[in-house]
C-alpha cells in the first residue's frame, strides 16, 4: 500500500478518509491497492480507514485479529454487532466526506462493492458517502513503464499471429476446409507458442455468428467457414509468466475469396468512422490537457452511428480500460450501458471498439488500443482500414 499517494489522491478530491471495508473477499479491489493479496481466510467483516491526514486506523472482529496486521495504523476489536457498530462510529469520528467502493445510482457498477446497509448505517452518522471510483482508477489502472512496454510486446506478437490467422484460414478454405472452433484452437496453440497466454478466446465468428458480440464457438456450435463467408475474430492476449502483463486486445473482419457487398463496405465504413472519431477526441483532449471522461469519448464514437441510422444495431459500449485484467478498474468508453464519469487518467490503456450487428446476417467490429501519456494518446497496433480479403 501506498499510503502517502492515498492520502494525496484524498486530499485533492476533498475527502476525508477513504473508508475499506470487506466480507468474505466481496471487494478484491480493496485486497489490492492495499496490498493484502490474496490467501487470507476472511469469515468476518473488516474495516480499514485511511484519513486524508495522520495515521490509519483499522477495525477487526476478534477470532480474525490479524487479517490487516501487515498494515499501519491503530487496531481496533470487536465481537458482537453491537461493539461493531459503536467502534466503527468512533473509527469514522472526524471524518465527514467518506470515499467508499460506492457509486450513486450503481451509474458505475465496476466499483460499487459497499452493501446498501453499510451506507444506510455510516449516513445514519452524518457521513457523506462519495465513490472512490477516479482514486480506483488511479491505483488500478495508471500503468508503470514496465507495464506499457509488456503491452506492445504482446502487441508485436499477436498483430503478427492474426495476420497468419487469416492466411491460414484461406489456405485451408480452398484446401479441403475449416470451422470456427478449429480456428480458435489454433491462435491459442500460436499464442502458448508466443509466450502468451489468453482467455475463453479467442473468438472467430462466421456470417450470422458476427452478428452476436459476444459469441464463442464450441465444438457443438461450430460453424463451417466456406467460400464466400463473412469472417470476425476477436483476439486477445498477454505475456505469460508476468503477473502485471497488460492486456493486448483487437477485433478485426474480412471476407473469404470475393469482393465486400455494397452493405459490408458501408457497414465497416460507418464502423471504422465512428472508432476514428472516439480516437481523436481522445487525442485532441490529451494535445490540449484538457480532462475528457469515458462517457464522452463514447458519445464521439456512437454520434456517428447515430447520425448514420444505426443506432439501434450498435448494442454494447465503445471500449473497456485494459490492465492487468482484461476488463480492468479505469475508465470505459461509455455512455450507453453506464453513464461512466471517470476520467481517462494519463498512463492508461484501453480499447476502441464500435461495432454494428445485424442479427441473421452479420456483425462488423473493429477494435484497437490506445494508451495515453501526459500531453499525448496513441494507437498501440495495426488499425484496420479495410475489409481483409481472405
Not at 274 to 297: C, L, Q, S, T
Amino acid at each position: 500500500m501506498n499510503l502517502q499517494a492515498i492520502q494525496e489522491a484524498l486530499r485533492e478530491i476533498g475527502a476525508d478518509a477513504w473508508l475499506f471495508y470487506d466480507h468474505h473477499y466481496r471487494d478484491p479491489i480493496a485486497y489490492r491497492i492495499l496490498g493484502l493479496g490474496g490467501g487470507l481466510h476472511v469469515t468476518r467483516r473488516w474495516y480499514y480507514l485511511v484519513p486524508a491526514h495522520g495515521e490509519p486506523k483499522k477495525l477487526v472482529h476478534r477470532i480474525e485479529s490479524l487479517r490487516l496486521d501487515s498494515l499501519p495504523g491503530q487496531k481496533e476489536e470487536y465481537s458482537s454487532w453491537q461493539e461493531l457498530e459503536a467502534k466503527l462510529e468512533q473509527l469514522t469520528a472526524g471524518a465527514t466526506r467518506i470515499a467508499m467502493q460506492y457509486s450513486p445510482r450503481n451509474a458505475i457498477m465496476y466499483v460499487s462493492m459497499v452493501d446498501a446497509g453499510t451506507v444506510e448505517l455510516l449516513r445514519s452518522w452524518g457521513k457523506q458517502i462519495v465513490s472512490s471510483a477516479d482514486m480506483v482508477s488511479r491505483f488500478e489502472a495508471v500503468l508503470t513503464e514496465e507495464q506499457v512496454a509488456s503491452h506492445y510486446k504482446a502487441q508485436a506478437l499477436l498483430d503478427e499471429i492474426l495476420a497468419a490467422g487469416w492466411k491460414q484460414i484461406g489456405e485451408r478454405v480452398r484446401s479441403g476446409g475449416t470451422d470456427e472452433y478449429t480456428m480458435v484452437n489454433w491462435l491459442k496453440e500460436k499464442i502458448e507458442q508466443a509466450g502468451m497466454i489468453t482467455e475463453h478466446g479467442p473468438n472467430v465468428s462466421v456470417g450470422p455468428n458476427a452478428a452476436d458480440s459476444h459469441y464463442e464457438p464450441s465444438p457443438s456450435s461450430s460453424r463451417a467457414i466456406r467460400k464466400g463467408d463473412f469472417v470476425l475474430i476477436d483476439i486477445w492476449s498477454k505475456m505469460a509468466g508476468d503477473p502485471n502483463a497488460i492486456w493486448y486486445d483487437i477485433t478485426w473482419t474480412g471476407v473469404v475469396d470475393r469482393e465486400p457487398t455494397e452493405r459490408e463496405q458501408q457497414t465497416f465504413a460507418t464502423v471504422t468512422a465512428a472508432r476514428d472519431a472516439a480516437i481523436k477526441a481522445v487525442e485532441e483532449a490529451f494535445a490540449a490537457n484538457r480532462p475528457i471522461a469515458g462517457w464522452e469519448a463514447d458519445e464521439a464514437s456512437r454520434t456517428v452511428i447515430r447520425n448514420a441510422g444505426q443506432a439501434e444495431w450498435f448494442t454494447h459500449r465503445t471500449g473497456h480500460n485494459i490492465a492487468i485484467e482484461l476488463h480492468g478498474n479505469g475508465a470505459h468508453l461509455d455512455n450507453l450501458e453506464t453513464h461512466d464519469e471517470r476520467l481517462i487518467l494519463p498512463m492508461t490503456c484501453f480499447s476502441v471498439e464500435p461495432g454494428l450487428y445485424y442479427p441473421g446476417e452479420f456483425g462488423v467490429r473493429s477494435e484497437v488500443n490506445m494508451i495515453t501519456r501526459w500531453g499525448k494518446a496513441v494507437v498501440t497496433g495495426k488499425i484496420q482500414r479495410e475489409l481483409v480479403r481472405i
